[in-house]
T-cell receptor
Framework: GENVEQHPSTLSVQEGDSAVIKCTYS??????FPWYKQELGKGPQLIID?????GEKKDQRIAVTLNKTAKHFSLHITETQPEDSAVYFC????????FGAGTRLTVKP | DTGVSQNPRHKITKRGQNVTFRCDPI?????LYWYRQTLGQGPEFLTY????????KSRLLSDRFSAERPKGSFSTLEIQRTEQGDSAMYLC????????????FGPGTRLTVT
């Protein structure tokens, strides 16, 4: 089955800096890669996704890149703000959806 | 509110008791998923429904767990003879059949087994 590894587990940046979170997956048949943001006491919120026929996707301050050959995908957040502080999860869908263990992002004002 | 809703939000129960959780998906969504999330981990897939049919179950779903979606709308997840290891957040998500797998999560039910 699919195995998703996510790094780093914690990330602290200064407000205005960029943050990058990286994930790798094992199942070459995976074709859909969403990213979720989870705030304390809430369910995960879909923030951006990418499909296997696309290499990069951008939505305002958030971008995701996918390297299918290397089975890597990454989340990039630019101009970080304190409200970006949360736990971020990557996921990959093969037979089912598998999630990474999460990255706790802290943006210091 | 047109999002996924879950009830109750919190449940404390004693070991050995049965508990039942409810999920109401986004109204036009055909697919409904159950996940379990423990502290410091991502959600783990348990099972999913397409309309009223339960199409897949994870090996994580022991015989004590049962899920239903009788009319293809809301779903229930029941845990019988709860154990302390069942303590977790139980998340429900829904998506459109034919959609590109975007799953939208509810707020979860936090279960504590004492």
């Amino acid at each position: 089955g699919e195995n998703v590894e996510q790094h780093p587990s914690t990330l602290s940046v200064q407000e205005g800096d960029s943050a990058v979170i990286k994930c790798t997956y094992s199942d070459s048949a995976s074709n859909y890669f969403p990213w979720y943001k989870q705030e304390l006491g809430k369910g995960p919120q879909l923030i951006i996704d990418i499909r296997s026929n696309v290499g990069e996707k951008k939505d305002q301050r958030i971008a995701v890149t996918l390297n299918k050959t290397a089975k890597h995908f990454s989340l990039h957040i630019t101009e970080t703000q304190p409200e970006d502080s949360a736990v971020y999860f990557c996921a990959a869908r093969g037979i089912d959806m598998r999630f990474g263990a999460g990255t706790r992002l802290t943006v210091k004002p | 509110d047109t999002g996924v809703s879950q009830n109750p939000r919190h449940k404390i129960t004693k070991r050995g008791q049965n508990v039942t959780f409810r999920c109401d998906p986004i109204s036009e969504h055909n697919r409904l998923y159950w996940y379990r999330q423990t502290l410091g981990q991502g959600p783990e897939f348990l099972t999913y429904f397409q309309n009223e049919a339960q199409l897949e179950k994870s090996r994580l779903l022991s015989d004590r767990f049962s899920a239903e979606r009788p009319k293809g709308s809301f779903s229930t997840l029941e845990i019988q003879r709860t154990e302390q290891g069942d303590s977790a957040m139980y998340l429900c998500a829904s998506s459109l059949l034919g959609g590109l797998h975007e799953q939208y999560f509810g707020p979860g039910t936090r279960l504590t087994v004492t």
